[in-house]
């Protein structure tokens, strides 16, 4: 039965009625129902608070990730060895220490200068002379995934390479999607993963005898100080890892941000006029108002009540944070861009707890030397009248496009 035109209240509505629609109005109108709703569609429990949002993703005794009951087939598919985001314990938090060495706001300044701003003003120079574009094809979802190649040593102007690396990232991703299961898309995922280990296998032999500046050199170098011994599998796995992790998220986060500056006048003229403070603050307000990654899951291990809901033990959270990040009990003004907010950085784009983004630094910096970029080389873009509005696109990972600008 299609739940399309249900109302949110009504109890055979599904949140799965609401790709490609803005689901703020549906979010806000569940919460009359309560911070913690079954959505029978989902087959799972909608988590729409803050407060519980936080609750959970802070306690991994009595919430685990979905991935610990992945089949053994994930691990292959992904990469070949439990990532980063299936470890558990002291495991997870011993990767987690190499991750923030290889990716920590102490790097920042080299991959600013020696890939990201080199790809960002690359991918511009494509189109600076034609006095328009579309910068969701042409700028937010190709910038990403270059910079990644950059900084694992690939040749990141290969636009070939660069559209078959994506395609395989979408197969595996759709698996994920799918819940790991479905004949075809099984069989395409792990061609992709074939397709992508061929590509990286070869790197990681190179750097594990001859290292060079590049971040698979780093992950030899580092692996035995912050982690513990590795071989080449457990550094494909790594690589492999960040790839996935790296890429659509950060390009739905550019591309939202360029949706504000060219629709919402304070964010234009606070980005504009103040590049340090006043970019920063649109950055955080951008991720808090405009979800890229809408919702994470969890698995409850035992019987509990949850924000007056009875959860029972292996029942399935969706921590809808891009909900959680308009709670009114927690913001004022929610549905208001407001960069005066006193913890700009307080929102849950990056979720809380032990298993917070490793990447968000990298993720921010991204964001501000794109729309730095941006606003410098191409003052006057504007969107196009004449072209299809942008509007808030897919579903899990979101973002505004088209974005078609004239300038
Ligand atoms: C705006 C862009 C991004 C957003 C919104 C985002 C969001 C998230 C979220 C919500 C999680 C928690 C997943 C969970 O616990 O279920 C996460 C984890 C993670 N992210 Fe990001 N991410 C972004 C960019 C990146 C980038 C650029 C990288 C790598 C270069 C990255 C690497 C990771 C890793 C490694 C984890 C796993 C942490 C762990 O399990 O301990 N992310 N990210």
Redesign the pocket.
């Known amino acids: 039965m299609s739940t399309a035109n249900l109302s949110p209240l009504s109890a055979q509505w599904s949140m799965l009625s609401l790709a490609d629609n803005d689901p703020f109005p549906a979010y806000e109108a569940l919460r009359e129902k309560g911070p913690v709703v079954w959505d029978p569609g989902m087959n799972c429990w909608l988590v729409l608070s803050y407060e519980h949002c936080k609750e959970v ?1 802070s306690d991994e005794g009595t919430y685990r ?2 991935v610990a009951d992945a089949p053994p087939l994930s691990f292959e598919v992904k990469g070949g060895k439990p ?5 558990l314990g002291d495991e ?1 938090a011993r ?2 220490r190499l ?1 923030q060495k290889l ?1 920590g706001p102490s790097q920042m300044p080299k991959y600013r200068d020696e890939h990201v701003v080199p790809v960002i003003n690359d991918a511009i120079d494509r189109f600076a002379d034609a006095g328009k574009a579309e910068l969701s094809s042409q700028f937010s979802e190709v910038v ?1 995934p270059r910079i ?1 190649a950059s900084m694992f040593g690939l040749p990141w102007r290969d636009d070939g390479l660069l559209a078959d690396i994506e395609k395989w990232h979408r197969d595996i991703v759709s698996w994920i999607g799918m819940g790991y299961s479905g004949d075809e898309v099984t069989r395409k995922a792990k061609l992709a993963s074939d397709q992508l280990n061929e590509v990286f296998r070869p790197l990681v032999l190179a750097r594990r005898d001859l290292r060079g500046d590049d971040i698979i050199s780093q992950i030899w170098t580092h692996a035995p100080e912050y982690y513990g011994p590795v071989g080449v599998d457990e550094v494909m796995a790594i690589v492999r ?2 790839e996935l ?3 659509e ?2 390009s ?3 591309a939202n941000l360029f949706y504000l500056f060219l629709t919402n006048s304070e964010i234009r003229d606070a980005a504009s006029n103040d590049q340090e403070d006043g970019l920063n603050r649109s950055v955080e307000e951008t ?1 808090r108002f405009l ?3 809408q919702w ?3 698995v409850a291990n035992r019987d509990l009540t949850l924000g007056g809901a009875a959860v029972k033990k292996n029942d399935k959270l969706c ?1 809808v ?1 891009a909900a959680a990040n308009r709670d009114a009990e927690h913001y004022g003004c929610p549905h208001s861009i407001d960069l005066e907010r006193k913890s700009p950085a307080d929102h ?4 809380v ?8 630094w ?3 910096l ?2 501000r030397e794109s729309m730095k970029a941006l606003m410098s080389r191409i003052p006057e873009v504007r969107l196009d009248p004449e072209k299809e509005a942008p509007h808030f696109r897919a579903f899990s990972h979101r973002s505004y496009g088209p974005l078609h600008v004239v300038f």
Do not use: W
Request: proline share 4%; with cysteine; aromatic share 6%.
């Open positions: 993703e990730i979905v990532q980063l985001s299936s470890l997870h990767m987690r991750y990716l990403p990644m890892d960040v992790g790296a890429g998220t950060t739905n986060a550019i991720l979800g890229s990654v994470r899951y969890r921590l944070h849950l784009a990056f979720n707890g032990p298993r917070v983004c490793l990447g968000m990298l993720a921010r991204k964001m």
